[in-house]
């Protein structure tokens, strides 16, 4: 089965960089759609960036747009989410997810795997 598995949260200046990773230490993903979600305090858990099982094609929130970039290396079961350029307003638990489709997915309805979330915290 997927077991997915977060890491590289931590707390940053505004402005600053990190970098998430998704590890699937389970069956392998090549064909899942793979999704960053976060939730903010008092906020629902949105989608904030999703790639298709190949990489051939991106999904970004308008509000992460220029400034996230998602990746995965099927290879090593692994997705990314490199945040650049952080906001206090991105301060949130991080999940990775898994859909079982190749093509991407935007409701958080259409996955089915997750990760136990990492938290990021961005001061001003």
């Known amino acids: 089965q997927v077991q997915l598995a977060e890491s590289g949260g931590g707390l940053v200046q505004a402005g600053g960089s990190l970098r998430l990773s998704c590890a699937n230490s389970?069956?392998?993903?090549?064909?899942?759609?793979m999704g960053w979600f976060r939730q903010a305090p008092g906020k629902e858990r949105e989608l904030v960036a999703a790639i298709t099982w190949n990489g051939g094609s991106t999904y970004y929130a308008d509000s992460v747009k220029g400034r996230f970039t998602i990746s995965r290396d099927n290879a090593v079961n692994t997705m990314y989410l490199q945040m650049n350029s952080l906001k206090p307003e991105d301060t949130a638990v991080y999940f990775c997810?898994?859909?079982?489709?190749?093509?991407?997915?935007?409701?958080?309805?259409?996955?089915?795997?997750w990760g136990q979330g990492t938290q990021v915290t961005v001061s001003s």
């Open positions: 389970g069956r392998t993903f090549s064909r899942n759609c």
């Open positions: 997810a898994a859909a079982d489709t190749i093509m991407i997915r935007t409701s958080i309805r259409g996955y089915q795997y």
